[in-house]
């Protein structure tokens, strides 16, 4: 795609940037296939070919991002399967980060809109104040009924459609908090390696038992783990509401910590149970490669980063004595099949520790979750959870496995089928408890 930005723009490193991704599009039209967005509208500037036109043209005329400009950005998932489908190798994820980061900037959105995206900024990158926040939603549950029903086929969300998710979304009970960080879990006979285990923000609000059945598997395979203390959000959240400094705050803090951590006693892989978090935490070498203080530390960081999946792909686990025979539909996060692209392995792990693995139809296809997605779009949220739904139960699964919170808590939204996360599974193959479920 030829471009048009000028010599003093393009000594802009984010422009320059945008300018080489937006130069590798050649409009073939190959993503609008696997475009979530596209597939429901049947819109091409809900696709990421018309997307991209929307940016180029923002950052190349450098002016205040349109209501209609904000609006297509808005609805893209990031859910990345356009850069699975891509012959060329177009970053899409970077131009439509960068693309959010001018949005928050230069448009003022409605009042209500902007205390709603500061609430969910600043709640759920803090576990003491989601889980004060999931209490009062709690409470609020009773609400639902007096709020509007959406209307069929809405696409431009409302502030009681946001809250009816907010609260939908909010779970009966909490389960007990998990260990703290600082925290060390000693292995289980010889030590074979040290990890750091990112505790996450939601997840270990929701569903602490993820990371103690991960902490349980590793432990019992002669890896020491680690809970580091000061360790904050990834910054995945703050970086996809297009709030850049707060996300580039929360990395900073994690390399610091993580880099402490390193010094005091070494470490082989920072691991993370949650895709979204991986994916982020993978592109700190990218997000930080301006910082003359954090730019190495960064990628040192992103090369120790790791889905859990592949990093218990290599402890060689012993071959189950007794096959489960338990039918379970996988469903690749997007974060993990097309952000890290790490597709085939979990399902592997599963197949070889006994259980029955199931491809689910249309799988490249976002559930819906995508971070705060399923609130902010909570119509477009709902269409795409049901269609994902639909396709798990075709298989007739007696368990749903995925690999990241938001999908778990997004598919147990609209089914009775029991969700666990991957790692869940693998523990209980390998002589951890049967997995509680969403």
């Known amino acids: 795609m030829k471009t048009e930005f000028s010599l003093t723009q393009l000594a802009d490193p984010d422009i320059a940037e945008a300018d080489k991704i937006l130069r590798a599009c050649v409009h073939c039209g190959f993503c609008t296939a696997t475009c979530p967005t596209y597939v429901l509208l049947g819109d091409e500037l809900d696709s990421p070919r018309g997307r991209i036109y929307l940016i180029k043209q923002m950052l190349e005329k450098d002016q205040p991002p349109t209501p209609e400009v904000v609006k297509h950005i808005d609805r893209c998932l990031s859910c990345l399967a356009c850069m699975t489908t891509c012959p060329s190798g177009v970053n899409y994820m970077h131009l439509v980060d960068q693309a959010r980061v001018r949005i928050e ?5 409605p009042l209500t809109e902007r205390l709603l995206r500061a609430v969910l900024g600043w709640v759920l990158p803090r576990p003491n104040l989601f889980r004060a926040s999931m209490i009062l939603a709690r409470l609020g549950r009773p609400l639902i009924a007096l709020l509007p029903s959406p209307k069929p086929g809405a696409t431009t969300p409302s502030l009681s459609s946001r809250l009816r998710a907010m609260l939908s979304l909010a779970p009966a009970s909490l389960p007990p908090a998990g260990p703290r960080g600082g925290t060390v879990f000693p292995p289980v006979g010889e030590r074979r390696g040290r990890v750091a285990l990112l505790q996450g923000c939601a997840q270990q609000v929701l569903a602490p038992r993820i990371n103690q059945a991960a ?224």
Not at 377 to 402: F, G, H, S, Y
Request: with cysteine; charged share 20%; net charge neutral.
């Open 105 to 109: 900037r230069d448009y003022k959105r």
């Open 215 to 438: 902490i349980r598997l590793l432990t019992r395979h002669g890896i020491e783990v680690v809970l580091v203390a000061d360790e904050q959000c990834c910054g995945a959240l703050t970086h996809h509401l297009g709030n850049d400094n707060a996300a580039l705050g929360h990395a900073r803090a994690n390399i610091a910590a993580w880099t402490k951590e390193i010094e005091r006693g070494g470490l082989d892989a920072i691991l993370m149970t949650t895709s979204g978090c991986g994916t982020a935490v993978k592109d700190y070498g990218y997000m930080l490669r301006e910082d003359r203080e954090y730019a190495a530390q960064a990628m040192k960081i992103s090369k120790l980063a790791m889905d859990i999946t592949e990093y218990v792909a290599g402890l060689a686990l012993p071959p189950v004595q007794q096959r489960s025979d338990l039918v379970v539909a996988y469903h690749s996060a997007c974060s993990l099949q097309h952000g890290q692209k790490i597709t085939q392995l979990p399902k592997d792990l599963l197949s070889k520790n006994g259980f029955v693995v199931k491809d689910i139809p249309e799988s490249h296809l976002c559930c819906g979750s995508a971070g705060t997605y399923n609130i902010l779009q909570p119509d477009i949220a709902t269409r795409l959870r049901d269609r994902k739904v639909a396709n798990i139960a075709t298989v007739e699964p007696e368990m749903i496995a995925a690999g990241n919170i938001g999908c778990m808590v997004q598919i147990a939204s609209g089914t009775s089928v029991p969700v666990a996360h991957t790692i869940e599974l693998l523990d209980w193959a390998t002589g951890g408890p049967r997995p509680g479920v969403s």
